[in-house]
């Protein structure tokens, strides 16, 4: 029986077969990859991201400021309550010193000594009355007075401890507002980075939403005639820019559109999405009705007013204005009824 033996190939058939295969390899990577398009992928994803950790330190911003806020009128008025129990306190030490001298006039000399040298005992008689009484009544401004003197320590000691929470808070808007603009800088850095289709693209695609919806066929009505009036609001600010920090009525942040809309209706809500999403009742997505306030990520850092028909009116990030767009354009992480 004749033995079949295997050629061994030749060095053009290795170098053949070597080069077909990374052709194949090459072709199935760029298959896989355009080479074009993936940096300016990546680049959209950066500034998704960038806008993100913006609006998450807007709305921290937010937080803080409105506290300061707060915590500014708490002090204005522990120090007008300060001076007032100062001048209080500074009118009793003086009637107390008047008391103190008349005492020390009228009552100095020993009773026994006093009966035997007045002329008529009846006159002692009256003048010790009256000393008794000015005894008790000093006495007892006495006691007023020590009793003012604590109050208005507690106070002063209240209101340095709010002086410094004041200027914790002072320095934690500042960091911030530097966090917020950072972030927005490098956003816009790499947008313009972008070829003009590629940035036109975005800002249509992201959050991918339509700017008048004048007419939401068949949308269910508002749940209260305070959401109505809410809803109202919003749409009336459709068109305006989101501007970071603010709540109205030529700019909004997203949490500031919506404190903006409720504020119109006569209706007070926080001033943060986080705080805002736990002001009223909530309700599923189902239940939604115009007027529901939808927050958004598991931290509730972007807030937008349900529609009706599957959209929300939102205040979406810099460079869009406020507009409508789907109701699932990110994670809800809750529905709230005001």
Request: proline share 5%; hydrophobic share 40%; aromatic share 4%.
């Amino acid at each position: 029986m004749g033995s079949h033996r295997r050629l061994a190939p030749s060095g053009f058939d290795r170098g053949s077969t070597a080069a077909v295969g990374l052709l194949s390899v090459a072709a199935a990577l760029l298959g896989a990859v355009p080479a074009a398009a993936a940096p300016h992928d990546d680049r959209r994803a950066e500034v998704d991201r960038l806008h993100t950790e913006a609006e998450q330190a807007t709305e921290a911003y937010n937080k803080a400021d409105a506290r300061t806020d707060a915590l500014r009128e708490e002090v204005s008025t522990a120090q007008d309550s300060i001076a007032r129990q100062q001048e209080r306190v500074n009118t009793m030490r003086d009637a107390l010193g008047s008391l103190a001298g008349a005492q020390y006039r009228s009552g100095g000399i020993d009773p026994s000594l006093a009966l035997l040298l007045s002329a008529e005992p009846d006159d002692y008689l009256d003048r010790a009355s009256v000393l008794d009484r000015i005894t008790t009544r000093q006495a007892g401004e006495l006691r007023e007075l020590q009793q003012a003197m604590r109050d208005l320590a507690q106070d002063r000691a209240e209101a340095a401890r709010k002086l410094t929470e004041l200027e914790k808070g002072r320095k934690a808007v500042a960091a911030h507002k530097k966090t917020v603009e950072r972030k927005l800088a490098q956003a816009r850095a790499l947008l313009a980075a972008l070829p003009d289709d590629e940035r036109a693209a975005y800002r249509r695609g992201s959050r991918s939403g339509r700017e008048d919806l004048t007419a939401l066929a068949g949308a269910a009505a508002p749940a209260s005639g305070r959401a109505a009036a809410a809803f109202a609001a919003a749409r009336s600010a459709l068109g305006k820019p989101y501007v970071w920090g603010a709540n109205g009525p030529s700019g909004f942040d997203c949490s500031g559109l919506t404190q903006w809309a409720y504020a119109q209706a006569g209706v007070g809500i926080p001033r943060t999405s986080q705080a805002q999403s736990g002001a009223g009742q909530r309700v599923s997505l189902a239940e939604a009705r115009p007027g529901d306030l939808v927050a958004y990520r598991d931290d509730a850092s972007h807030i937008g007013m349900y529609a009706g028909n599957g959209q929300v009116i939102h205040a979406p990030y810099p460079g869009a204005p406020v507009r409508y767009d789907p109701v699932g354009m990110m994670p809800i992480s809750s529905i709230t009824r005001v």
